[in-house]
């Protein structure tokens, strides 16, 4: 059954299509050299607080 009043879908606008790379080029996104640039020793305030989460990841991956 089809409406004669029914809402058309709206044109979306065509965007010209930007490959990853020259996406993360443009934003200045360089490749991870090395696993030390991830790393974030204050990330946790305390010892505690990262064995909170810790277990609390445990927990869901259950």
């Given at each position: ?57 445990a927990?869901?991956?259950?």
């Amino acid at each position: 059954m089809t409406s004669s009043n029914a809402e058309q879908m709206p044109e979306w606008p065509t965007a010209e299509h930007v490959p990853a790379e020259e996406q993360a080029r443009r934003q200045g996104i360089r490749p991870v050299a090395s696993v030390d640039d991830l790393a974030r020793p204050d990330l946790f305030e305390s010892d505690e607080e990262l064995d909170a989460f810790l277990a609390n990841r445990a927990s869901q991956a259950i």
